[in-house]
Every structure is written in C-alpha cells, then in structure tokens.
C-alpha cells in the first residue's frame, strides 16, 4: 500500500480523489472553424475571424470531433447522449479572444461509464465516471522574462474532451494508473497521440479527506500543472500529506486551487477556487442541437475492435501468459497487433513472448524503430520463434546474428541461418566430441567440479557454446556433460 495511504489509514481518514482530464483531439482542424489543428505552426499561424472571436462570425461543429468523443465513450462502457447541446462558459482570459468558451454543460455527449485499471495491486480495480463532454481549448500565454506575456492562438479551438471522472479515487497510484490507461485508450482508437509533455493529454486533481466511512466529503482543492504521470503520482501525495497535516493541527483546509512544481514537489496556492455560478454557462445560440441517429451509433460501435482491454484479455485468457508480458505487449496497438498476428503462426505463445519482449525490443531500441518501421514481418518472425522452439536455432544465434540480418534481408530465418552454417547441431556424437574436447582443456577445474564445485557447470556450458558457435542444442550439452562428468 502506498506510504501517504497508509498514514492516512492510520490517522482514520481516507483519500478521496477526483480527475478533470483534458484530451487533445488528432482532427485535420478545428472544433468550429476550418482553422488547421497543428502543433508544428509559427505563432497565430493556425487562425482566423473566429479563432479571434470577431462579431458576427458563426461556428460550425466539425464532424469529426463528435465521432472520436463517442468512440472514446464507447471504450468506456458509456451512455451515449442522443441530444447534445453547447452552451457558453464565460470567463475572462487574455488567451481566450472571445471572452467565452464553447463547451457542454446540461447534455455531455457521454455519461457514466468506467475505465479498468491495469499493472499493479490497486485499491480498485476500476474508475468510474462522471461524464464526457466535448469543447474547445483556449489559447497560450506565454510569460517571458520581466513584465511582458506573449499571447499564441494557434491552440484556441483545438478540439477536446474532458473526462470528469467520480470523487471516487483512492489515492495516487490509482491517479496515475487511470491516465495511463487513459493514454492507451486514446491511442488504441487513434484520435489522440496522447502526449503529456505536449499538451495534448491534461489533468487537473480534485482532492480531498475525509473521516473513514464518513459520506461528508472534505474541502476539496483542485491542483494543476502536471505533466507527466510521475509528477500526478507526486502532487496527489503531496497534497494529501499536506491536508492530513491542517486536520491534525486542527486548521481549516481552504478550497483553492494549487499549482504543483516539480521541481521541489510540492502544491502552491493560485486563487480562490471559483463556483460553478462565477462561469454563468447558458445556451449557445449560434450551435443548434446534435442529434445522434441509431444506425450513426452501431456504426460506430462495430469499430470498437481493437481496445487495450480486449486485448489483454485474448494474451492473458487464451495465450495464459503473465501480467508482465500482457503489459508490455498491449502498452502499444501496434505491438499487439504485431504480437497477435505473430501467434496465428507460431504454437508456443510464450517463447513468441519472450522473443519478442527481449530480443526484439533490444533490437529496436537500438535501431531506433518503432514495430511498424521493422521490416520483419509478422509471418517471418513466426519462422525464427519456431527455429528457436524447435531447437534448430540457438537463442543466442538467433538473437546476435539471425534476427539483425532479417532486417537487412527478406530471406527467412532458415535461409539466412543456413547460409551462415549457423543451425544446431543435431548429431549426439558430434556433439559428445566438443564436450570432450572441453573437459580435456580444463583438467583442473572438472576436478574442482567433481569434488564439489558444482557452479563450474556454467563454465562448461559456456566453453561447449563458444567452440561449437552456438549450434549446440543446450538440453543436449547439459546431458552429455552430466554424463562425461558423472564417469
């Protein structure tokens, strides 16, 4: 259990811990305007009249950002709202032209709905949700040294979803672990890249503490500035610390909104949190009604194939490989896609894991490519995990000198390991004659073995390999060698 838990257990309260998490949606432009959607621009590259909120300009809801907010409630196990309505949230920002954001209020376009929590031992094992609405983001202000603040529009009416999670998080590891899967999710349905450090995937933390079993919730203090998982994990921690600290002094705990530097961890207060009634949302007038048709809505829930969780499910249910391996082959679709298409070809689904997640990986990162970009195909691949399987290929042979010129080539692994005279040896008697050889080499230290220096075996293992050039089967080197040394 998390250490701040723990205290707080200790102390009689508990954690209560609600997420705002903003997402960044991949469409070509703008939630309202034709205005492109890019990260890459020169400053107030990407605007227009109605980026700039000039009078008399009208909005025109784009498409797009409605499919990908249902698609995302869709994964979510949502209910799907049938007629949807913006309304305006008015304040007053430098970084926002038209003095008002355009968002939903009475009608999010997704209710309910939970989001699974996956990799480790967490007090839930599920989030559930408040809703999902659509809206658009503001501007940046840009505060550079002295007294002057630079304003860039290009971000203002990039699309986004909040996700309003329920007060219902129980401490920091949960946080993070939510955001991750989040992230996933996103990425999976591919209407976000999801990047922390970017931008592109925000959250604010409303946290609270409260007497155990108590349904009373406590102050409640949003804190933000947050851009990674990490510092999620941190600020929460920080914060419930600094809470259980104002009780047990008996002080107040103010309802605020804090800022988090990761730099020293710690929260700082900004402001006075504002009321839902200081926004004045009402209506918009210039966005009539979207109405979601059935046949619109099974359309797009036939695309909801390919989810972390389903496949998680199919690598942990069907293939019964362990949590380690689901979580590193499902932490990318295109991993498990790969992954998946591998064990259609291949019968032990645990040496393709492991191949895979070692060698494979390795590889990868020291190339500098993505599972896309390596030019091994799936079906390939299959070739060298059965090589390996059925002992005709070292697994070190394979990874150092099979696997690299698989990428350079588009002969199979048997051919490649054929030309190299790179496959195992076979012959018992062959065989024996290495070992033979080895042992002859090392009178003194098979003596040292016989009299009971039993860790010298992987001396022998290693000599055998090493003359044989990795083409001796290791079951059988082990079998000879505990039979030459048995005599």
């Known amino acids: ?7 707080l257990t200790e102390a009689g309260y508990q954690a209560v811990v609600g997420l705002e998490v903003h997402v960044q949606l991949n469409t070509q432009s703008k939630i309202f305007s034709s205005d492109p ?33 249902i698609l995302l409630g869709l994964a979510c196990d949502c209910e799907i709202t049938r007629i949807n309505h913006f309304a305006r949230k008015s304040y007053f ?19 309910g709905g939970e989001v699974a929590l996956f990799g480790g031992n967490f007090q839930q094992s599920t989030v559930e949700l408040h809703h999902i609405h659509m809206e658009e983001d503001a501007g940046k202000s840009i505060h550079e040294d002295g007294s002057s603040t630079l304003i860039d529009l290009n971000r203002a009416g990039t699309p986004l979803v909040e996700i309003v999670t329920e007060p219902s ?26 990047n922390m450090e970017k931008g592109e995937l925000r959250c604010d933390a409303n946290i609270s503490i409260m007497p155990i079993g108590s349904e009373k919730l406590g102050n409640k203090v949003e804190v933000k500035n947050m851009n990674s998982f990490s510092n999620v994990r941190r600020a929460i921690t920080f914060e419930l610390n600094r809470q259980l ?95 998946k298409t591998l064990c259609q070809r291949v019968d032990n689904k645990k040496t393709a894991a492991n191949f895979l997640n070692g060698a494979v990986k390795g590889l990868m990162n020291e190339l500098g490519l993505s599972i896309n970009e390596l030019t091994v195909s799936p079906e ?33 692994a048997f051919q490649i390991a054929e030309e190299k005279d790179l496959l195992s040896v076979d012959d018992s008697s062959e065989i024996e004659q290495i070992v033979s050889e080895v042992l002859l080499s090392l009178p003194k230290e098979v003596e040292a073995f016989k009299k009971g220096k039993k860790k010298l075996m992987g001396l022998f293992m290693g000599e055998v390999m090493k003359k044989s050039r990795g083409k001796a089967g290791p079951k059988q080197v082990q079998e000879v060698l505990n039979k030459l040394l048995s005599k």
Do not use: W
């Not at 259990?1 to 205290?7: A, L, Q, W, Y």
């Not at 998080?169 to 999801?194: H, M, N, T």
């Not at 290929?393 to 350079?408: E, F, G, H, R």
């Open 93 to 111: 920002y430098p970084d926002l032209p038209k003095g008002y954001q355009t968002t939903q209020d009475k009608t999010p376009i997704c209710i």
């Open 245 to 339: 600290a104002l009780l047990q002094k008996k002080k107040m705990i103010d309802i605020e909104t804090r800022t988090f530097d990761p730099v020293t961890g710690s929260t700082a207060s900004m402001r006075f949190k504002e009321t839902m009634n200081d926004y004045r949302y009402f209506p918009c007038p210039d966005l009539p009604p979207v109405v979601i048709e059935s046949n619109y809505l099974e359309g797009l829930r036939s695309r909801m194939k390919d989810t972390p969780d389903k496949f998680r499910a199919l690598f942990s249910t069907t293939y019964q490989l362990s949590d380690y391996d689901v979580a590193l082959l499902t932490e990318e679709k295109e991993t498990a896609l790969y992954f």
């Open 1 to 7: 259990m998390n250490k701040v838990i723990s205290k």
């Open 380 to 412: 390939r691949m299959a070739g060298l995990v059965d090589l390996i399987e059925k002992g005709q290929l070292n697994l070190n042979v394979a990874t150092q000198s099979v696997l690299p010129a698989m990428v350079k080539t588009d002969k199979t």
């Open 37 to 69: 959607n890019t990260s890459d621009a020169e400053a107030n590259e990407n605007i227009s009249v109605i980026s700039l909120g000039h009078p008399g300009t009208l909005p025109v809801l784009n498409r797009e950002v409605v499919e990908k907010a």
């Open 169 to 194: 998080i129980k401490g920091p590891d949960e946080a993070a672990a939510f955001l991750q899967e989040i992230r996933r999710i996103v990425r999976y349905l591919e209407i976000s890249e999801a």
